[in-house]
């Protein structure tokens, strides 16, 4: 097998672990506070929203380490061992208990700093400066359809549930375990590939195996790297360019607490639905993926192309959002987010409809697309010298605005919860097209004075 093929194929590898695992995971975050409420009048009292909010709290903070951890463990140990941890706590579900629950949720949320990490420099390993974007894409791609198959799943097992009975509860989430397993056996397929041309002084990804007979000069090597890249992220959050993005980059964290755990909330808890409502969550969770996927590839490819600029997509993007949000308020009750374990008898300004429901969820997706393909564009432009620190900011300020999100989320009534990302989206554009403009006006500037 030719290098430049073994390299794919551990893209291919890396974005199939990640699928699997995100599969059973997002699954799990989508229904949580359905199976809680189920689960609350028991011993058990916890609440799906607070377990989400210290995931993502932890993961932010936790960005400031995960480089060094990846230094000395290596990608694919990394990435190995915080699967094992995601699968961990999935199976507390099978059996859950107060304290399991959110000391996991801590647990978790360094896992999942330590696995993106990984999987970036992974990514990077394996690529070069003509296969970054095919790669790039691959990856986005075989992750986005983590949203359609544990969803598909959960609307097959859950159809004509009104409450989640402890059978059902275990039969899933035994699954969820198993595949998630399966997900994070993966990364031992993924081989060590020859020096990559962006990072040719990286040695980090593969199996990372012993102590060399230089391991003092490697051991402070990867102290040296990880001191420079928190020095380069504390220097790169405070410049204009990131500033304007980070308002950009909280909203993005703002709606990924919305589509991946309170709609989906909203959706079970309306009574109007039925024997229906439960297995909603599932259709939900697919027509998110659905939207994600188309737009991943038009809007990745639009991306690449250049031809239209950012501003357009992420317009559009801001626009199918502010018709979702409009939508979801004609249709699902104001109580959604916060009913009990009985859901909520309670009407909006419509009937509520099944396909408008599922329609709202399709254009989360795509508009979720629309932000990330360009914000991940944007970043790789602005920062093609300093590429690891500034999508550590990314994930920073997108996990602290996440955990925030899902703290509120346990208290705000439904039509609380839209304003708020009504008035981050609409200030997030505008944040947005002003670090386009400014990067735009950088590339003409290279342009002119390169023709001198």
Not at 169 to 193: K, Q, W
Not at 231 to 249: A, G, Q, R
Not at 286 to 297: F, P
Request: some cysteine.
């Amino acid at each position: 097998m030719t290098p430049e093929r073994k390299k794919l194929m551990n893209i291919l590898i890396l974005g199939c672990a990640f699928m699997l695992m995100f599969t059973a995971f997002q699954t799990c975050g989508n229904v949580a506070q359905t199976v809680i409420s189920s689960l609350n009048s028991t011993d058990f009292h916890g609440s799906g929203y607070t377990s989400l909010a210290i995931i993502y709290g932890v993961f932010s903070a936790s960005n400031l380490i995960a480089p060094s951890v990846v230094a000395i463990v290596g990608t694919q140990l990394s990435m190995f061992f915080s699967g094992l941890i995601y699968s961990a706590y999935i199976a507390m579900f099978i059996q859950p208990f107060t304290w399991s629950f959110y000391t996991l949720s801590v647990i978790i949320g360094i896992a999942a700093a330590v696995l993106w990490t990984a999987q970036g420099a992974c990514l990077t390993n394996n690529s070069d400066e003509e296969t970054i974007g095919r790669n790039s894409g691959i990856f986005w791609a075989l992750l986005q359809f983590s949203m359609l198959f544990g969803n598909l799943y959960i609307y097959i097992a859950w159809k004509g549930e009104i409450v989640i009975s402890e059978r059902d509860r275990r039969t899933v989430f035994i699954a969820l375990t198993v595949i998630s397993l399966v997900g994070s056996v993966l990364f031992f397929l993924i081989r060590t590939p020859s020096a990559s041309r962006l990072q040719p002084q990286e040695d980090d990804g593969g199996s990372d195996s012993g102590v060399s007979a230089e391991g003092n000069m490697s051991s402070q090597s990867n102290s040296s790297r990880a001191l420079n890249a928190f020095v380069k992220s504390i220097k790169l959050s405070v410049t204009k360019e990131m500033l304007l993005l980070s308002v950009s980059m909280a909203y993005t964290g703002l709606e990924l607490t919305f589509y991946s755990g309170v709609y989906g909330t909203c959706i079970g808890a309306i009574n109007e639905f039925g024997s229906e409502a439960k297995s909603l969550i599932g259709l939900s969770g697919i027509s998110v993926g659905l939207g994600e996927v188309l737009g991943g590839g038009i809007f990745g490819l639009l991306s690449k192309n250049g031809r239209f600029g950012r501003n357009p997509v992420f317009l559009l993007g801001l626009v199918v959002h502010f018709l979702a949000f409009y939508l979801i308020f004609l249709n699902v009750p104001g109580d959604a987010p916060i009913s009990s374990r009985d859901g909520t008898d309670s009407r909006a300004f419509v009937d509520p409809s099944q396909f408008l429901a599922l329609f709202s969820s399709f254009l989360l997706g795509l508009g979720d697309s629309c932000f990330n393909t360009q914000l991940l564009s944007i970043l790789g432009t602005l920062y093609a010298e300093d590429s690891a620190p500034a999508f550590a900011i990314f994930k920073f300020v997108q996990s602290i605005s996440a955990a925030v999100a899902f703290f509120y989320s346990n208290y705000l009534l439904l039509q609380w919860q839209l304003l708020i990302l009504v008035v981050f989206g609409f200030f997030g554009t505008i944040s947005f097209f002003f670090a386009e403009w400014g990067a735009a006006n950088s590339r003409h500037q290279e342009i002119r004075y390169g023709s001198i």
